[in-house]
């Protein structure tokens, strides 16, 4: 348990550590993960969920029997359902997200997993996401990468790459801004 404290903190931690030590008992971890990645998502997409989730205005009560029928249909049951549900009764639903962030920070720990954002100006092939995963494995100290790839073409070339709280801005857009910026200097 010290270990887990140390990666997440504040209430929401406390609240992922309690949830990952019962699915690491249950030997659930992955499917709780799974779980709270779909519930997630739920949220992401659908404006009145996100009102349900944040609001104040809805009761306890309230927000536990529209998630009960909104788990039901997703398919989301057992130990996450259930974690859900004790978050809306407890009235910490609006901190779900960092709950479900912390999650996975405490799943990755345990699975010697990291995971980096990749921002790059056009679709990177299976070959490159491959290369940036064995460059990324040698700086995590051997530790597997789950990478996920967004395209911008605002950076015009290059990479951005974000690992734990580590960023490295290879974009062409931050080179050519870099440049306008000294020859302000210099002029």
Known sequence: M????????GMAGRYASALFSLAREGQQT??????????????????DLERLVRS???????????????????????VAANFIKLVATKRRLFAI???IADYDKLNDSYRGVARAEVTSAA?????????LKDALKGVTGGKDVEIS?????????????KLGSRMVDGSLKTK??????????VG
């Open 97 to 99: 997200r960092d709950m």
């Open 56 to 78: 104040p205005i809805f009761s306890a009560e309230d927000q536990v029997k529209a998630l009960g029928a909104l788990l039901d249909k997703a398919g989301i049951s057992g």
């Open 176 to 185: 050519l801004n870099a440049i306008r910026t000294r020859m302000k200097e």
């Open 149 to 161: 790839v967004k395209t911008d073409r605002s950076i015009i070339g290059g990479l951005i790459v």
């Open 2 to 9: 010290a270990q887990e404290e140390n990666i997440v903190s």
């Open 30 to 47: 992955d499917q709780v993960a799974a779980a709270l990645k779909t519930f997630g998502g739920m949220i992401a997409e659908s404006p």
């Open 123 to 131: 679709p990177l092939s299976d070959a490159h996401v491959a290369a």
